[in-house]
Nanobody, 120 residues
Framework: QVQLVASGGGLVQSGGSLRLSCAASGSITTIFTMGWYRQAPGKQRESVAQITNGGHTNYADSVKGRFTISRDNAKNTVALQMNSLKPEDMALYYC??????????????WGQGTQVTVSS
C-alpha cells in the first residue's frame, strides 16, 4: 500500500509565505506526476501546480509567479513554496501522486488535506 502524508499548512497574514510538503511511502516503483490541488468552501477542487518526474512544471494562472513546486525523487517528496499569499488562496490543500506500485498497478493517490488560512 501507499501513503501520502502532507504537512505545512497554517495561518499566515496576507502577503506572507508558507511551505507545504508531502511524502509518499509504501510499495512504490515509480512516481510519475506529483501535484497540489486545493478546495475552498463551496468550490470545486482545483489544480494548483504539477511536476513530472522529469521536472516539468505546470501552474494555475492564479498562482504563477507566487508559488513554486519542487520534488525530490530520491525521497519521494513534493513541496509547494507559496509566497505573496492572498486571502483567495485560503483552502484545504491536497497533494496527489500518480504512482506505479511494485505489483504493476498504476493509480492516483491523495494525501490528507492541509489547511491554509490567509488573514487579510
Amino acid at each position: 500500500q501507499v501513503q501520502l502524508v502532507a504537512s505545512g499548512g497554517g495561518l499566515v497574514q496576507s502577503g506572507g509565505s508558507l511551505r507545504l510538503s508531502c511524502a509518499a511511502s509504501g510499495s512504490i516503483t515509480t512516481i510519475f506526476t506529483m501535484g497540489w490541488y486545493r478546495q475552498a468552501p463551496g468550490k470545486q477542487r482545483e489544480s494548483v501546480a504539477q511536476i513530472t518526474n522529469g521536472g516539468h512544471t505546470n501552474y494555475a494562472d492564479s498562482v504563477k509567479g507566487r508559488f513554486t513546486i519542487s520534488r525530490d525523487n530520491a525521497k519521494n517528496t513534493v513541496a509547494l513554496q507559496m509566497n505573496s499569499l492572498k486571502p483567495e488562496d485560503m483552502a484545504l490543500y491536497y497533494c496527489n501522486a500518480d504512482i506505479l506500485l511494485l505489483g504493476g498497478i498504476r493509480r492516483d493517490y491523495w494525501g490528507q488535506g492541509t489547511q491554509v488560512t490567509v488573514s487579510s
